[in-house]
């Protein structure tokens, strides 16, 4: 009789499936999050680039008014201070501005852009997912003279 109700236990345990909910849950949750953690990473990453992206192309267009390379300079951190100030992903005095002739193109000249991405705070995320590079840089070139 006991050997009876061993394998009736043994075939009750068999077919229940109270756990089977917990057990799947911890074997898709780390993948879950992890994505998760991806995409909020990669999303502010892309988000920060395109707006460095916009300002460089600003900074870019106002130094167009120049006339030499000395006041497309000033015109172009003029422009980036502006728009930081304005309010913006970046911290006013954040983003590094560089302006020179394009050592390939005499007739172009480049404003350069960068910004240390470490700022943003994803460091957190590092064990969870790879980080892209820290450094964050945006060139535009514009024909001297704006043609």
């Known amino acids: 009789m006991t050997a009876r109700r061993g394998w009736a236990a043994v075939r009750r ?6 756990g089977s909910s917990a057990v ?4 898709v949750a780390p993948v879950l999050i992890a994505l998760f953690a991806g995409i909020v990473v990669f999303g502010l990453y892309l988000g ?3 707006s460095l992206r916009q300002l460089a192309a600003e900074a870019a267009r106002a130094s167009v008014a120049g006339v030499t390379d000395a006041e497309r300079a000033s015109l172009a951190r003029q422009r980036v201070d502006t728009s930081l100030a304005g309010g913006s992903l970046f911290r006013p005095g954040s983003v ?3 302006v020179g ?8 000249y480049v404003v350069t852009l960068s910004y ?3 700022a943003l705070g994803l460091g957190g995320f590092a064990r969870l997912v790879p980080l892209p590079p820290d450094m964050m840089r945006s060139r535009v070139a514009v024909r001297r003279g704006g043609l």
Request: no cysteine; aromatic share 4%.
């Open 96 to 98: 590094g501005v560089e």
């Open 48 to 50: 920060a680039m395109s």
């Open 13 to 18: 345990l068999g077919s229940d499936a109270g």
């Open 116 to 118: 240390d991405s470490t």
């Open 101 to 108: 002739a394009d050592l390939g193109d005499p007739t172009l």
């Open 24 to 27: 799947e849950f911890a074997i």
